[in-house]
């Protein structure tokens, strides 16, 4: 019996979102084009970046429920969600866009039982692992955000902003040590 199903996936990712969120609303507008190195992502295509990153789980999983991923043109995907990452967005356009995409994917993951989660999928050629679960590839899009999100949350800190979490983690300390 699986003790993380459909229920637990939506509701950790919305946990995950909802910070990532916080964060978009911390950072100013007029920082959303700051680069901590020439080549690397703005805070806008980063922010976009993580909105758009779950649309190679929903083809596979939600959309054409895949089998296997021999054959599977992830170069043609890659190209697709490197542009649409780089379209100019205001703030208020990508935290809509976190939201929006974000509550979709959770409401789709509610509805997925054990039987489901337990399907393996089959890696291209040459992968490893050969196969993994759907559980395991649905998993990987909150992975992915958690990563981008401790990008994010040291890009805050070079703009002299304290991450939410840290500052809520100090009012929490504080508040113990006035007792």
């Known amino acids: 019996m699986n003790y993380y199903g459909g229920k637990e996936l939506a509701e950790s990712f919305r946990t ?6 916080a964060i978009a609303e911390d950072i100013p507008e007029d920082k959303y ?15 976009s970046h993580i909105a758009v990153s779950n649309t190679f789980q929903k083809k596979a999983h939600a959309e054409d429920r895949l089998t296997t991923l021999a054959g599977f043109d992830f170069p043609s995907l890659m190209k697709r969600l490197t542009a649409e990452e780089k379209k100019p967005r205001t ?3 990508i935290i809509e866009l976190l939201k929006s995409n974000g509550e979709e994917w959770a409401k789709w993951m509610e509805g997925l039982n054990e039987k489901f989660l337990a399907e393996t999928v089959a ?3 040459g992968a490893t692992p050969a196969a993994r679960t759907r559980f395991d590839m649905i998993l990987s899009v909150k992975e992915h ?6 990008q994010l949350m040291l890009i805050e800190r070079i703009l002299g902003i304290v991450p939410h979490l840290t ?3 100090i009012e929490h300390m504080n508040a113990a040590t006035k007792k």
């Open 123 to 125: 890696m291209p050629p």
């Open 167 to 169: 500052r809520r983690m």
């Open 91 to 93: 703030k208020a356009q």
């Open 33 to 47: 084009s700051f680069r901590p190195m020439p080549d690397s992502r703005s805070v806008a295509e980063l922010l």
């Open 145 to 150: 955000e958690m990563h981008h999100r401790g």
């Open 16 to 21: 995950v979102r909802k910070n990532t969120l």
